[in-house]
Nanobody, 123 residues
């Protein structure tokens, strides 16, 4: 599948952003999907993931602030981010893996990655 992210930008601390990922290609199979982020000089980390049934998982650092959702009919994946803080500043990537088991250890080996969208949170 091909993934294209949108929705990044610059916001002050406490602000909100909504990221979207448009999915095209072979979408008939069950996919585990998620959002990762990478700040300069740091490793890429998982932020939120969601399986084909809608079951979601989150990194501890974003629980209660971020919500991941998917629309299988529209082939979109969203990440609603609220109460953002400067530590959330990073490039955010959409990822997809053809897999019924939706776990971080498997999604890190995603079949497809988007090009990334930048999120900057100022203090």
């Amino acid at each position: 599948v091909q993934l294209v992210e949108s929705g990044g930008g610059s916001v002050p601390a406490g602000g909100s952003l909504r990221l979207s990922c448009t999915v095209s290609g072979d979408t008939d199979n069950p996919y585990c999907m998620g959002w990762f982020r990478q700040a300069p000089g740091q490793a890429r980390e998982g932020v939120a993931r969601i399986d084909s049934t809608g079951r979601a998982g989150y990194a501890d650092s974003v629980k209660g602030r971020f919500v991941i959702s998917r629309d299988n009919a529209k082939n979109t994946l969203d990440l609603q981010m609220t109460n953002l803080n400067p530590e959330d500043t990073a490039m955010y990537y959409c990822a997809a893996r053809k897999d019924v088991w939706c776990m971080w250890s498997r999604l890190r080996g995603a079949d497809s990655w988007g090009q990334g969208t930048q999120v900057v949170v100022s203090s």
